[in-house]
């Protein structure tokens, strides 16, 4: 993530709700403007290799364009059973940039901070540290999938799970 977003997303944390609002109605606008459809499409061929990011789960998708459409495209995740999907031109990454959160966090991990995927951690109410993938984001809780079976943990509950403490996951859990 570059500094400039950083320091983006630092002050929004300070914005309105109704700031946020006229934001996201600007992003959408610009997002809708033919001329940026239009300038994606000239850079785009059928059979092309890129991802997408899907925001649910923060996570990259390798896919397949295989259909350019006026406002959207069709393409096939190469990754899990390859789905077709429908996605707006927006969610490619064609520039490459890295989707990982780089800032540190110092506040309680939060939905914007984490993906699918990523390995984190929780004390259970006898303290007891359980270690776990995330496999969906909630509002207010995260799905995690541990060797105890599967928990729904808030997200003020969860820590980052450091190098040593992923390596006896992994371990655990071959």
Known sequence: MSQELESLLHKLSDATSFELYRL?????????????????????????????????????????????????????????????????????????????????VKQPLGRHQLSVGERVGFHDKKGQPHYGVIERLNHKTVTLKTDQGRWRVAYSYLFSVVDGETQVFEMLNP
Do not use: W
């Open 24 to 104: 996201k109605a600007l992003i959408d606008a610009e997002l809708a403007d033919p001329v940026r459809i239009e300038a994606l499409h000239r850079v785009l061929q059928v059979g092309q290799r890129l991802h997408y990011y899907d925001s649910q789960q923060r996570l990259q998708i390798p896919c397949e364009l295989i259909e350019i459409r006026n406002k959207y495209l069709r393409v096939k995740e190469l990754a899990g059973a390859g789905r077709e999907v429908t996605i707006p031109g927006y969610m490619l990454n064609l520039d490459g940039q890295s989707v990982e959160p780089s800032f540190v």
